[in-house]
């Protein structure tokens, strides 16, 4: 299970850490993927990025927990 984050006595949920970091993430996957000129070969890249960033939220979650 999830628990909070503690910052200066305040509670924020993971969450808030577990994005940024999956945005980041899929940032560099776009920019090497342009660079290898990959992206061309995507049918549709808006929902190819949505799952990727899916799937980094899910593997940074169960990191999180380990």
Same mark, same amino acid.
């Given at each position: 299970?999830?628990?909070?984050?503690?910052?200066?006595?305040? /509670?924020?949920?993971?969450?808030?850490?577990?994005? *940024?970091?999956? %945005?980041? &993430?899929?940032? #560099?996957?776009?920019?090497?993927?342009?660079? /290898?000129?990959?992206?061309?070969?995507?049918?549709? *890249?808006?929902? %190819?990025? &949505?799952?990727? #960033?899916?799937?980094?939220?899910?593997?940074?979650?169960?990191?999180?927990?380990?």
């Amino acid at each position: 299970m999830l628990h909070e984050v503690s910052f200066a006595g305040l /509670l924020f949920s993971p969450l808030v850490v577990i994005m *940024p970091l999956a %945005f980041l &993430l899929l940032w #560099l996957t776009q920019k090497i993927m342009h660079r /290898l000129n990959i992206r061309r070969h995507l049918w549709k *890249p808006a929902w %190819f990025d &949505l799952a990727v #960033l899916i799937c980094y939220v899910g593997a940074l979650v169960w990191i999180w927990e380990l």
